[in-house]
């Protein structure tokens, strides 16, 4: 994550092979202002391109403070060369309230910005992780 999303993860630390219960923790750039960002692997099947992680520990921003937060992404091919992202942000609230539509948004335009991030990087390097 640090070389695909460079400028905005730092660093990786990864506890694990990588399969469910791999813990993975990312460090943000400095000047993203967010420290780091800390998942449990949950699912995986790399058939179905699929994976399911459980966010452990992620700094409050401009969202809230989140009681729990889980991501699902899955790429479906749609030709030879291209796929669809599909992503399921599931989350709870400490107060137990719900999200503004404005607050949503910014958890899904982070995650699909770090999907554009990643879809720019492969379309930079095609051969890297053919």
């Not at 942000?89 to 107060?95: G, I, R």
């Amino acid at each position: 994550m640090p070389k695909v999303c460079a400028g905005f993860f730092d660093a990786i630390e990864v506890e694990g092979d990588g399969q469910p219960g791999t813990i993975s923790i990312l460090k943000f750039n400095p000047a993203v202002k967010q420290g780091s960002y800390k998942t449990r692997l949950v699912a995986r099947d790399n058939a179905a391109h699929f994976v399911k992680s459980e966010v452990l520990d992620v700094p409050v921003g401009r969202a809230g403070k989140l009681k729990s937060h889980s991501i699902e992404t899955k790429l479906e091919a749609t030709d030879a060369s291209s796929c669809v992202a599909k992503l399921k942000v599931e989350y709870e609230l400490e107060d137990g309230g719900s999200l503004s539509s404005e607050k949503e948004k910014i958890i899904l335009d982070g995650y699909f910005g770090m999907i554009k991030m990643i879809e720019d990087y492969l379309i930079a390097h095609p051969t890297e992780y053919a």
